[in-house]
């Protein structure tokens, strides 16, 4: 099947450790997304890349870190930088400014 | 930067009502997007809207791209609980790279 998927689905993590999200789609999308939800604070954008060995920051870049050196993956590492990482984690591709999304990763900090 | 301001925040209907729901920014955007997302997943795109004053359909859904490209409404109508979620406007940015999203409404249906 096509699509894009999360993993893990559940992540725990102890302060001070950085976490890696994956993020894999075999949509042939160029365009790649990481978005954070908190509660009530709708979709924030952390990263986004456009294309191979590219990518930009969003509005809440600090304290997360991509690559891209395939098409097709786009981790994300919540780096112990981040002061609230505690959240819910969306990755999404998109084609002709539509963004198609993960089934998220929830990422808990203990 | 660019903000959308999505309300209401939340909403709690009877079965069978019609829910209305609006998103409004004081940026221009080209492209206005509706999403829907249930409990513990990803938004799944409900309607896309591409042109001022567009007003397209999907099934119970009805969604207009304002005309001063400024605003943007979805309606639901006979309202059934399996429409219960959150509901998102999202915008391309100017620069055509990446979508804004609003802060959602959450929609509860009692039967």
């Known amino acids: 099947d096509g699509g894009i998927t999360q993993s893990p689905k559940y992540l725990f993590r102890k302060e001070g450790q950085n976490v890696t999200l994956s993020c894999e789609q075999n949509l042939n999308h160029d365009a790649m997304y990481w978005y954070r939800q908190d509660p009530g604070q709708g979709l924030r954008l952390i990263y986004y890349?456009?294309?191979?060995?590219?990518?930009q920051k969003g509005d809440i870049a600090e304290g997360y870190s991509v690559s891209r050196e395939k098409k097709e993956s786009f981790p994300l590492t919540v780096t112990s930088a981040q002061k609230n990482p505690t959240a819910f984690y969306l990755c999404a591709s998109a084609v002709a400014g539509e963004l198609f999304f993960g089934e998220g990763s929830r990422l808990t900090v203990l | 930067g660019q903000q959308l301001n999505q309300s209401p925040q939340s909403m709690f209907i009877q079965e069978g009502e019609d829910v209305s729901m609006n998103c409004t920014s004081s940026?221009?955007?080209?492209?206005w997007l509706w999403y829907k997302q249930d409990p513990g997943e990803g938004p799944v795109l409900l309607i896309a809207?591409?042109?001022?004053?567009e007003l397209t359909s999907n099934g119970r859904l009805t969604a207009q791209f304002g005309i001063t490209r400024k605003d943007s409404f979805l309606n639901i109508s006979a309202s059934i609980p399996s429409d219960v979620g959150i509901y998102f406007c999202a915008g391309l940015n100017q620069a055509g790279t990446a979508l804004i999203f609003g802060k959602g409404t959450t929609l509860s249906v009692s039967s």
């Open positions: 890349s456009q294309i191979v060995n590219d990518f």
């Open positions: 809207l591409y042109k001022a004053g």
């Open positions: 940026s221009i955007f080209n492209t």
